[in-house]
């Protein structure tokens, strides 16, 4: 009897494990998934926004919760609660690989988990890239209807990437404006 696990201890050991694993889930499963899923030979540059990996994080840490609930105490109330706890996780980690910036040869497209926005290229009236000295710069895009689309530069904006949007941009007529951040 005392070689066994007690059910308050695997329970306890199940959160732990959860939250050791979830360390490297939030950053690697929603940028590894955007990678794999959405990836296009038309994709200039494929971003995951952070949003992602908050939502992913959220929803481990409802599982992380549920797990520690039970380990604590259990009942039928809380075998309630923890199962409604981890099926809130199991939902709300699946909103965390639905959405992606992409910066295409043909337009931008930006994906929501409950929507889809494509911008073409005609639908662009100028195009900025604003940054400071010694940090990264973000792109400011603007339609003809005055909505402005900001992406954030991030490490996948490589030289030849930059060389490659600002080409696209001056290939469809569209003015681009090279200034440092008045913020």
Not at 112 to 121: I, K, V
């Amino acid at each position: 009897m005392l070689n066994k696990i007690s059910t308050r201890g695997k329970f306890a050991l199940s959160a732990i494990t959860v939250f050791l694993i979830s360390i490297l889930l939030v950053f690697f499963l929603p940028v590894s998934v955007t990678e794999t899923l959405y990836s296009e030979r038309a994709n200039i540059v494929l971003l995951t926004p952070v949003t992602n990996m908050t939502h992913l994080l959220i929803s481990l840490l409802f599982v992380i919760i549920a797990l520690v609930l039970l380990a604590l105490k259990r009942n039928v109330n809380t075998y309630i609660i923890g199962t409604l706890f981890i099926i809130a996780g199991i939902i709300g980690s699946s909103f965390s690989v639905l959405n992606y910036t992409a910066i295409q040869d043909e337009q931008i497209v930006i994906k929501y988990y409950d929507g889809l926005a494509s911008y073409p290229w005609s639908s662009i009236k100028e195009a900025v890239y604003e940054y400071r000295t010694g940090e990264n710069g973000y792109y400011i895009f603007t339609t003809t209807d005055d909505q402005h689309i900001k992406i954030d530069e991030t490490a996948k904006f490589t030289s030849s990437v930059k060389t490659t949007i600002y080409s696209t941009v001056r290939a469809n007529d569209i003015p681009f404006i090279e200034r440092v951040a008045n913020e």
